[in-house]
């Protein structure tokens, strides 16, 4: 760990590791404590939220720390394990659900996590019904953001790799490349593993803010006030060059 990052490092959660659950606890206080970094949950939140079927029922993956219930009132909220205001522990790779009896999954920064997306994949197809979407938001490769999550990012970024992570502890597995890997890179072998699925959007978003907001893990570089200022200026630049996360949209097409 850098000695700048060590510096600014959140105290509620330095010295803890990722896979502890009090760590997911803290970091929903660590949201709501930071105006800059909780509007952009917000944000990311209206956009999944805006998009959802309005009927039918919708599980957010990785809830723990979050607070997308607050948007969709009637979500089923879920967590790899046990921490607060969830209702449900679960597993991407095996899904709790019958099939088709879901109209919606969502999630913000958990695909890059799930160890077997092939699994949880067809775990979607098979408890998401025809016309039912699936959601994320998720960090994505461009030249900026690479940069930016090879040298100053605790978690993987490997462009490079394919689409299983290592196994390892519940939130430390990860590979930040993987939603660019399997929407972007590997499309067509996606589109030919599932047919029944169509890619309607990968919107390019957030060049800086997220590095502003010192995330959940640092304090905050920037105060609330001056985020509808920063997401003005970020707006104006190209984002195939310097967006650092995506809103993916899937649908699953009628039969």
């Not at 790899?80 to 919606?104: E, G, H, K, M, Y």
């Not at 699925?197 to 907001?213: G, R, T």
């Not at 967006?243 to 949209?249: D, Q, V």
């Amino acid at each position: 760990m850098s000695i700048l990052r060590r510096l600014l490092e959140h105290p509620l959660t330095r010295g803890l590791s990722v896979d502890d659950p009090q760590t997911t606890a803290l970091r929903r206080n660590i949201i709501q404590e930071k105006a800059f970094l909780r509007a952009i949950y917000s944000e990311w939140y209206s956009r999944l939220a805006t998009a959802l079927p309005q009927k039918g029922e919708v599980l957010e993956l990785g809830s723990g720390a979050g607070f997308f219930s607050d948007f969709r009132p009637d979500v089923i909220t879920s967590e790899i394990f046990p921490t607060p205001n969830i209702q449900l522990v679960a597993d991407a790779c095996r899904l709790p659900f019958s099939d088709d009896a879901l109209a919606a999954i969502v999630m913000t920064d958990v695909f890059h996590h799930i160890p077997d997306v092939k699994s949880f994949l067809a775990e979607a197809t098979r408890c998401v019904r025809p016309g039912g979407k699936l959601l994320m938001i998720e960090p994505w490769r461009t030249r900026w953001s690479e940069w930016i999550f090879t040298r100053h990012h605790p978690e993987p970024f490997l462009p490079c790799a394919g689409w299983d992570i290592p196994l390892s502890g519940p939130l430390s597995g990860a590979n930040g490349a993987l939603p660019w890997i399997v929407f972007e890179r590997d499309r067509k072998a996606f589109e030919e593993l599932y047919p029944d699925w169509q890619v309607v959007n990968v919107e390019l978003m957030m060049p800086f803010s997220y590095l502003a907001s010192g995330g959940v893990s640092l304090c905050s570089l920037m105060p609330g006030w001056a985020y509808s200022l920063i997401r003005r200026l970020e707006q104006r630049l190209n984002q195939k060059r310097w967006a650092m996360f995506a809103f993916i949209g899937l649908e699953l097409r009628l039969e």
